[in-house]
């Protein structure tokens, strides 16, 4: 790997933040590990990676150990310094532009969030005041908009999904490009970049300026989903939880595309929201796609709604087969009515503030064995916190099969024991085996997979 | 084809000509055979059926007997008012916005034709009243943009390729696109379409605004190679001699992708320009490429061009195979000579009005069987007059195999003879071969090709 | 007057036509009387001068005999080289920018009218014809902007008022600014300038970017009335009656502010058209205003009015003294009524088709002695032609007092005789006396006035 | 009073903040003495009387006792709801844009202000730290551009003086304007808004767009000096300290034209600061100017620097009497040499990191009779520190003459007495008279002056 092609280059700022007080500057200046310093130097490394979408994170850092990033304070505003960076970001000696306004988006958030804790601002033990950071991150990124309508569609998926599976993306953003419609992904590879460019293509036809292709990530996962070039508007969330709950926030409806376990997380993570008594009234469009290819995945994870969230959970969310056209008139004619919604209710079209979510979503999971084990996947509670229980069994199964922290336990003490009803352990075993045999759960070799849990039942 | 699916709607201008005069109006409503309206109405469904590339353009014509275009004047300006419009042009009832934008382009270009021709003003008997007149078309078209460095690039080839070859194209395209560089084409699928798709999103990622997609057509073409929906310029020039000029005047270099005898045609027309004596300075960035595949069909014409016109004519067209971005950085690189000589000569930058185009390459060639008969295709010529013969003979050859009049032609008369030296038969002959080898002598039905022609020697 | 200090300099262009054909160019440069260059030379002088507006346009002309404008295309486009230029034009040492914009729209106007001309495209015979020609010089200009909405307020009156006279008009212009309405004027000083002045402070606390400030003027008057560096549209139409129907087809609504013999023909010319049977439902909004020190002039020109065309006459033409906001109301509410009647009618927005404008008012008066005194100003006429026929006898008394050839005959042969019912000349003669005693009849010399006309009874 | 013309009305926000959170909204409403409430509600009020220049703040604040603002959040944003408001304020019920813009300027600015203090961010025990809050409420303000070429223009002055003085600014305006420069004032009348109006006047001539007219205030003048309407970028600065920071951080040169006490005690801040050893090198374009009747007052206050702070103080200012275009010119070079400054020493364009403003000029100087009298108003100190404390002397005589508290001092232990040296007492004292003799020591009343000092030598 130490072969990698690297370059010098000094770029300035496009788009974002474009001026720092000295005492900014000096602080990213400050080197050495657990510093804001490193902590960029890792986002900027994930997004000069941009399009190299093979690699996973921990590859990325090791293949450019010499690479370095200066910040110097010049008679025109900010300069950062690069050293063997990764030659691809450039064409012909240039950094394209769109990593350019990525790399001082990275910058703008890091400032920012180093900031907002550096000052006590934030309130972690309300769950009000953790949707207040999510809502201050956003508003300095400039990603809430006022007096624009809701046009912001989520997609959620794989990033390795089958090329049949990816076309189907590209072919659905499409169609709700020429809707008028905006995308939001996790801004890394496959179902996050498939609707992008699609919505490219479409924007373009409709000569729309000023296409919104937004990507939400966080510094855990940047490296291993370094974002794509598409992206133009890139906003580091501290963690997944606030991530997730920007996601839900700011976009006014999901499409779930195929994925594997992660996907499954993020469906549970959404449904237990929506399924709180709270927000039976919010509307939320939210359906699940794919080509026809993809139909068993579907029929699969839909029937699993049933068998253990029940009807209303499965009346939530929209299945539709190999029909990119129905699937962008659905999501309009949805967010429609959320635009209806939030109107009659004063709610802003930018944030969705009437959304209740529970602190139990907000706060992370440690997927430990005794964690795990301890998962109260019964039927006696109310569906959205049952809903809460199988998003963390799902949270840790992701762990196990590709966190570095999951992977050790794994090694240290078997797989994990998940227990509960047989009428939830039944459908869930059968999921997860589908995944395995659809090679969902990926692992970085290759190799067959091994499952890191055991359902009981 | 009755079934097809129409709509009725009523579209406002975007774009392009939102004002006309009560006269103008009058003129376009006046319906007949040979009348504005009728020029205007088979241009407006060949927009219309923007993306529908399979149609040839008689089809396209048959297959909307019923459609009608209306113009009317209202207080905000024009509308047009269409009925039984072919449906694919709308989504969920509202126009495309880049149809409905190259549909006003089209009126303004007929329109302002119609009044040049009416006022007597072009003086079609001499070479310079005929570029001037092209000139005239181009800036009213807006196409000719002062104080811009060159940056356009045209791309010739096939309509109907290999996957492989379309493929290629994008990718070519989309290296451009990354160097900054607009793309010119002839606007319909194929090659006319592929390297405006790269481009838009190289452009999108390079965060260019405004990057151009001109598209080059006449109305004896449009139907056949309807417009691409990329194409954010459309410009409709009156036949096929003005269109070549516009291409040759307003592009800053030219790419050859993989084509038939059309691209050849295309091909000699421009080497029989630019080995002018008068051209001989003129530098001209001129690549043939295509993907390892096309391998054979590069050679072969390369090959031919060095067996008629000789070893400087090989030099003024560079062969690159399967190298994109070496192709897109060749090209860069022969712009800025382009730019260099031009402010050296004081030319304009929108305009090559130093390029020699003799007058024989002004006036149509009408290909009869004493034409054809009556080449002269010998070495007893300056080399710039045989590629002028030569150009001949293919623009005569696509007629007998796609052009009504020409099929008609060969039905009654049997193939053409074409008879010279037979050092520049046999090359013909074999390049022609090779094309029919190659399955790129396209017949609409798609049976076995039965050539029009006899190479004698 | 040799003394005036100039400099050479050459300047690209700004806002308007960029790209001029090789022959258009050497056109350009064909000197001699007659020329188009010597015509373009005279309106360049003109636009140089802007601001220095105490000069008659024979002086300006005097002033800078050396002056001298070469055009050059280059690579980037056309090129004015100026020898000997006004050095008022320049800002140490780089031409102002509205003045750099308005020497290319003059040009613009100059290349178009000769091209017009020269391709025989006018037909000046018929009414329509005439309006036809108007219609495509302001496309041409990109003066008619479909799609919006009417708030064009034409103001008239004198280039050389007094001091609170000028004061007022740039409350007024203040006032129709913050209500969102633009203005067009004649393009010189007084009248001319402070509605414009006004309303430009008004459109920046608007936050109105993109206010238009249209001036329209005529190769004969640009010199003596020097476009005034706010306008930033400029329109040189070819001849007065060009203008005056330019003016009356642009405009939403005329105000009308104190002037002399000048603005006196003008009010007529409108009333004449105003009062043709065909426009008697065509809303026009006519308001005459000025500041109380102008109540005299006001009451004498509205008396005259009615004692000469009547009560109808009257009506169609609303008095507000000293009340700037009221005459923006109105005018404001006038401007609602057209709007609302072109969209009921399908007139354009931008230009007033419906407006019958007699011949009789498109083609030039000229005064000699035999037509001042073949003027048929009795009752037994319908009022619209009695307009026309007054408008002719104002026309002449301006040629009387103002221009070169009307000057000559008034030394040659005395004064115009001017005769007709005693209930119009008694009117006409208490009205011309008004204007003399208040100086409104001025003399470039500034002494006192010897009228240049006699009214019999 | 109680007549005052009122009108109730709702806004949406334009150009500035747009997105408040559901937490910043609340504590907007929670009305009561001290609260954000009243601070928003006092400064709304004057920036509704935008334009009425003639009253002092209280007069405004009592002049409309029913006056309330309310915060809602609605869907497409945040709207503010005024009752009772100045009718002044709006056109025919709409309300002008510009006091619409700085109306939400002024919401930003103090949200921001209450966060920041809320959250203990700032370290105001420091230098460093007073100058990093300045620089984060400009940052948040959008007033720091990066990549802009230095051209901000401030300008200094009293808000109350002659006509004559008054148009002298707005020619200098135009003259700055004419070349590109932008203006910065205290956004009040006179001085603050003459050049503001000279320079939109220029800046439509040259086709400027985006001008810059900052006016920098602080919540204890605004009611005073309400923002005159010219303003496009309003920011309020919580105190006058951090407000005279702001002026020398953000402007790239001073133009100092006729005022009162308050001019000179600008002056001596700006001075102090220059002639700080750290500060030597440091190019400052400082200027003073007014009309040739303003000869008097520009001589006596220039030798009075020269007496008191000596040659090198008197180097630092220019003097240039009655001619605006030379002021330009001048202020344009000194200018560039900022700029070359700058680039050498790598310190931001948008942002004087460099000059270092003693900690003495940062904290406020409290006007008690103790303290005026314990002035160290003598040679024996370094030349800054002798001007540091001129400053407070003049400050006191401010407050002694129109604040509130100071007036209230006056009237219960009689005047402040100053001493100190002769050789400054004496310069002082004949200054002091030259204000009086000139009526530059306005009081409220207009009554004769009686002095609020005694200065004793």
Request: aromatic share 6%; charged share 20%.
């Amino acid at each position: 790997m130490a072969s990698r092609k690297t370059t010098n280059a000094t770029v300035s700022p496009k788009g974002s933040l474009e001026t720092l007080s000295q005492r900014e500057v000096q602080q990213l200046r400050e080197t050495g590990s657990g510093s804001v310093y490193a902590l960029f130097r890792q986002c900027a490394l994930a997004i000069l990676n941009t399009g190299s979408n093979s690699d996973n994170a921990k590859t990325i850092l090791e293949a450019y150990p010499d690479f370095e990033i200066l910040i110097h304070q010049l008679d025109r505003g900010i300069r950062l310094e690069l050293c063997n960076a990764p030659a691809d970001a450039f064409v012909d000696g240039e950094m394209i532009a769109s990593t350019r306004e990525m790399l001082f988006s990275g910058l703008r958030d890091i400032v920012y969030t180093q900031s907002e804790l550096e000052n006590k601002r934030v309130d972690f033990n309300s769950s009000q005041g953790i949707t207040d950071y999510v809502f201050h991150l956003l508003r300095n990124a400039r990603t809430l908009r006022a007096g624009v309508e809701p046009n912001i569609v989520v997609c959620w998926g794989g990033h390795s999904i089958s090329s049949e599976e990816y076309k189907y993306t590209k072919i659905v953003g499409h169609e709700l490009g020429l809707r008028g419609l905006d995308i939001c992904t996790g801004c890394g590879p496959g179902v996050m970049k498939g609707p992008m460019k699609g919505a490219t293509i479409a924007h373009a036809k409709q000569r729309i300026i000023g296409g919104r292709y937004l990507g939400l990530t966080e510094p855990g996962i940047i490296a291993a989903e370094a974002p794509n070039p598409i992206v133009n508007e890139l906003v580091i969330l501290p963690d997944i939880e606030k991530r997730l709950e920007a996601f839900v926030r700011v976009g006014h409806g999901i499409i779930i595309f195929p994925g594997g376990a992660g996907t499954a997380e993020e469906l549970l993570y959404l449904l237990g929201i929506l399924l709180h008594p709270d927000n039976r009234e919010v509307p939320f469009p939210l359906i699940m796609t794919g080509p026809k290819s993809a139909t068993p995945y579907l029929e699969q994870l839909h029937a699993f709604i049933g068998h253990t969230l029940g009807a209303e959970a499965q009346q939530r969310c929209k299945v539709i087969i190999n029909d990119p056209a129905q699937v962008a008139r659905e999501m309009a004619k949805g967010i429609k009515e959320v635009t209806q919604f939030r109107r009659e209710r004063s709610d802003a079209y930018h944030f969705n503030w009437l959304l209740k979510i529970d602190e139990s979503f907000q706060r992370p999971f440690e997927p430990t064995h005794e964690n795990m084990a301890g998962l109260n996947l019964t039927r006696e509670q109310p569906v959205h916190e049952l809903a809460a229980q199988l998003r963390r069994a799902f949270s840790g199964i992701v762990a196990g099969n590709v966190k570095v922290q999951g992977i050790r336990l794994i090694e240290e003490h078997g797989p994990y024991q998940i227990t509960g009803d047989p009428q939830i352990m039944q459908p869930l075993g059968r999921l997860l085996q589908a995944f395995v045999d659809q090679h969902r759960m990926k692992l970085p070799g290759g190799s067959a997979y091994v499952p890191c849990y055991r359902v009981l039942s």
